[in-house]
């Protein structure tokens, strides 16, 4: 049974930063993709970055390039994603997700919503202006 539980959310001023961490359980596969992904009510849910896990790969989407960088600590299991220059648009649920199924997937897939099997419950990130 694959258990992902957040932590590391919370409110913010503009250009604050934050350290969203993801304690991942139960993943047997040698290699896998790991994404944080946010989403606002009213809005779809968005790939934010992923990982590939023993690939070494890592993707991002254009509107945090620069200022997220998402890492994973084997040892401890844990996905991290460190945020800096946050801006209110950054204000969202976010949610860390793995992908257990895949062996590759293009970069446009890695931040994708569908191809995730497992979910946390998310963290809350809230930013003001």
């Known amino acids: 049974q694959v258990q992902l539980v957040e932590s590391g959310g919370g409110s913010v001023q503009a250009g604050g930063s934050l350290r969203l961490s993801c304690a991942a359980s139960g993943i047997t596969a040698s290699t896998y993709y790991m994404g944080w992904f946010r989403q606002n009510s009213g809005k779809e849910r968005e790939g934010v970055a992923s990982?590939?896990?023993?690939?070494?790969?890592?993707y991002y989407a254009d509107s945090v390039k620069g200022r997220f960088t998402i890492s994973q600590d084997n040892a401890k299991n844990t996905l991290y994603l460190q945020m800096n220059n946050l801006q209110p648009e950054d204000t969202a649920m976010y949610y860390c997700a793995a992908d257990t199924l895949s062996p590759v997937l293009t970069s446009t897939q890695a931040l994708g919503v569908n191809v995730y099997n497992y979910w946390g419950q998310g963290t809350q990130v809230t930013v003001s202006s």
């Open positions: 990982i590939w896990v023993g690939g070494g790969r890592t």
